[in-house]
């Protein structure tokens, strides 16, 4: 029995059988005739993305331009394969699909997610067609912005795959910090606790300084009491009355002749009741000296009385 055409039909079975598992298309290929996105196509061969996409029949891929692309390009290899892993939906979506999504918006499936290596729904994206007829993209963690839109179709090979253009890189929240993207929020800068100022040790207080006693000024000398005023000149003539029963001091009548002085010296000769001058004791008046004269007889007659007894 001749086996050869039963063992070519097995053959062909078989490689019919391999055929659909092998996909029909080319990631690599595909964006290598759009040099606007060289640089996103050069990350995808670097990361080894390109074979994982390349290997699977249904898929959609967010590329993004080179410039775009550049925010993310100088993190680590590992960090970007994460990145753009979060950028390949498990899922066929052009066009016409992606603006019919039911209730305006849908959670899709990544190869993030698939990969093991996300964290609650980092693996996940939130696409919403906004009421203004935009497609926005963004990370589907809870409180995320959409931070990306929908440009345009780049390539398509229909129920297989398809390439559409965002307009920026998205950036799970789990790689935030150590990322560069729109979407990353920085922490609210927390406001620096008040030092307080050291507290410095009050200042001695200084003493009083002793206020010298006001100089008094010495007092002015006391003038010496003036010498009381010398006793009025008694008058010149004498108390005793003169014969016609007036005293000397009475004037004289005109014409008549001046009165000759009690010790009989003519008139307008110096007598001994002149005033002496100051200071030389003459200047008691004549009644003084007359009580003198008695005070002595009364003396002496006292003494002859003592001498008759």
């Known amino acids: 029995m001749d086996l050869a055409p ?76 994460k990145i753009l892993s979060l950028h390949v939906i498990l899922d066929y979506y052009d066009d016409n699909k992606i603006h019919k999504i039911s ?17 609650g729904q980092n693996g996940f994206l939130n696409v919403t067609n906004m009421e203004n007829g935009q497609i926005a993209f963004g990370s589907a963690v809870a409180g995320s912005s959409l931070t990306a839109n929908f440009v345009k179709v780049l390539a398509t090979q229909p129920y297989n795959i398809s390439v559409l253009q965002i307009s920026s890189v998205i950036v799970p929240p789990s790689l935030s910090g150590g990322a560069s993207s729109n979407q990353s929020t920085k922490p609210p800068a927390s406001s620096p606790t008040p030092t307080a100022a050291p507290k410095t040790a009050p200042a001695p207080r200084s003493s009083p300084t002793p206020t010298a006693a006001p100089k008094t000024a010495p007092a002015p000398p ?15 003539a004498s108390d005793a009355e003169s014969p016609s029963g007036k005293t ?21 000769a110096p007598s001994d009741n002149a005033d002496a001058p100051e200071g030389d004791g003459g200047g008691k008046s004549a009644a003084d000296r007359v009580g003198a004269g008695v005070v002595g007889l009364a003396v002496a007659m006292g003494f002859a009385m003592l001498g008759a007894l």
């Open 248 to 268: 000397d001091d009475a004037p004289a009548p005109s014409g008549a002749p001046a009165s000759a002085g009690i010790d009989g010296s003519p008139a307008g």
């Open 103 to 119: 209730n305006h918006t849908a959670i899709l499936t990544t190869l993030f997610q698939a990969s093991g290596g996300a964290a």
């Open 6 to 81: 039963a063992s070519s039909l097995t053959l062909t079975l078989f490689l019919s059988l391999l055929f659909p598992l092998v996909a029909p298309h080319n990631i690599t290929k595909m964006l290598a005739q759009l040099p606007d996105f060289s640089t996103f196509n050069d990350l995808l061969t670097q990361t080894h993305l390109a074979a994982d996409i390349n290997s699977r029949s249904t898929i959609t891929i967010l590329a993004v331009s080179n410039g775009a692309v550049s925010s993310v390009s100088d993190e680590p290899i590992d960090t970007i394969k």
């Open 222 to 236: 006391t003038a010496a009491p003036s010498e009381a005023p010398s006793e009025a000149a008694s008058p010149r």
